[in-house]
Structures are given as C-alpha cells and as structure tokens.
C-alpha cells in the first residue's frame, strides 16, 4: 500500500512538472518584469543625457554672448557689467543660474612682444573661473594677438547635477568653456578706466 501510494504521488509529481514545462502563459509577464527595469534605466539615462547636452549649449551661448556684448563697447563701468551679467542669468533660464561661475578678462599683448600677454582688467561673476588678476601673465591661443592688441576672454564654468540620479548622488558634472573675442571699435576696452 506504501509503494502504490508513493507511485501514485510520483506520477502525480511528474504529470505536474510536465504540464507546468509545457505552460507557456505566464512567459509573457516573466519577460515583461525582466525588460522593464533595464527599460527605465535607458529612458532614464536618455533623459539625463539631454539635459547635460541642453545645459552644456546653454554654457557655450553664456560665453560666446558675453564676450560678444562685453566686445561691442569701448568703455564698460560696473553699472555696465552688472546689466551684462543680468542677461547671462536670463541665458541661463530654465536651468539653475546660481551655480554659474564666470570670468570676464580683457588682456593685452605688449606693444613690443605679441607672446607677452597679461591680463588688463577681471571681472568675477559668483567667485569667477580660474583665480585671475590684473597684471597677470594669461596665455592666449598662438597668432590671436599682434603686438599692441587685445582680447576679451569669457570664461564659465557650470556645476551640473542630475536631474532624477540626484537623488543617488550628490557629484555633480562641470562644464566649462572659454570664449574669446577682439574688440570691435577699439585697439582695448576700458573698465572703470582701467587699462594696461
């Protein structure tokens, strides 16, 4: 009787696996949890992508405008550079603009060597980029200055953070560029009627 009732339950045991081997009606919902997840991280990380690539344009349009309203005058005063960085925050929008560092820098070539450059006047914006100070040697691309010329160099620089990964970590991403322009009326634009 013991034999004939583990035989029974062993065929019933068997008829079980079998049916459940051949039973496909749950795959579906089995892929589905399986593909999902790995899903959503793509979708994700698409997300973030944009949003670094639309705040790393935003950064290069801080620059390049800034350099190009800053290269336009012949004479700047601090009223001047204040209305300047008012519309580089508006540039900024709708991303954060209160993590944006900048540098406003005219430099000067001496009028007997094009290779001696220093900087003539800074303008800092939230601490600026890069530590610079008037008088100070900078270094600009080779044949951008003849001897006795200048330039205006913007420098940002933007602590990007993660939109949804935020909430998994607090590092954030810098985006930097450099922008330089000569001025367009005049050999050297004056701050505060500083000049070199």
């Not at 997840?37 to 793509?42: A, D, F, G, K, S």
């Not at 005058?73 to 008012?86: I, K, Q, R, S």
């Amino acid at each position: 009787m013991r034999n004939r009732f583990y035989s029974r339950s062993r065929q019933l045991l068997l008829s079980r696996l079998h049916r459940f081997r051949r039973d496909i009606g749950g795959v579906a919902s089995i892929e589905f949890a399986l593909v999902v997840p790995v899903m959503v991280l793509i979708l994700i990380g698409m997300f973030e992508l944009s949003q670094m690539v639309s705040v790393d344009r935003r950064v290069r349009q801080v620059a390049s405008s800034t350099a190009d309203l800053v290269a336009r005058a012949t004479a700047l005063t601090t009223a001047d550079m204040d209305g300047v960085l008012d519309v580089v925050e508006q540039l900024m929008k709708p991303h954060d603009h209160t993590v944006l560092r900048l540098s406003v820098l005219s430099v000067g070539a001496s009028v007997s060597n094009a290779n001696n450059t220093t900087v003539c006047w800074v303008r800092a914006h939230k601490g600026g980029v890069g530590g610079h100070t008037r008088g100070s040697a900078y270094k600009v691309p080779a044949n951008m200055l003849e001897a006795g010329d200048s330039v205006i160099v913007a420098k940002v620089e933007y602590a990007h953070q993660p939109v949804v990964f935020s909430a998994f970590t607090k590092s954030t991403q810098k985006l930097t560029e450099t922008f330089y322009l000569k001025p367009r009326y005049t050999a050297e634009i004056k701050y505060n009627n500083l000049i070199c």
